[in-house]
């Protein structure tokens, strides 16, 4: 597999990761708290699609690496987010167990990338 096929593959797991993230927002009751938290989890949920996508056509390695750690910074907005719904019962465990799964692997995934950009010898 090219790097490029390996960059749109992961693009795509970020767009599904998206609407997962989209489906779990629209399951929340529609009280406060729920509400509180579909909003944060669309913010942060979508966000590394877009922040992936952008840093895919960077201008440098400096703003690919930023772009990167923004991805990355998201994620785990998203995860803790997540564990929150599942631990206060706004929804089944069960239910963002998967997604949980999914953005934890997500977090590996930039943080491996990000050591590997930060071991690259400076030109």
Not at 32 to 57: C, D, K, T, W
């Amino acid at each position: 597999m090219t790097p490029n096929e390996r960059a749109q593959e992961l693009e795509e797991r970020l767009i599904v990761f998206a609407v997962r993230i989209l489906k779990v927002a629209n399951a929340l009751p529609k009280n406060y708290a729920g509400q509180h938290f579909a909003s944060q989890i669309i913010r942060s949920g979508s966000s590394p699609a877009l922040n992936y996508g952008e840093a895919r056509v960077s201008e440098s390695e400096k703003d690919f690496r930023h772009k990167m750690a923004i991805v990355l910074k998201e994620l785990r907005e998203t995860h803790i987010n997540l564990r929150i719904i599942g631990k206060s019962s706004l929804l089944d465990a069960q239910d963002v167990s998967g997604v949980i799964d999914e953005s934890n692997q997500l977090i590996s995934i930039f943080v491996t990338a990000i050591r590997s950009i930060d071991a690259k010898p400076k030109k």
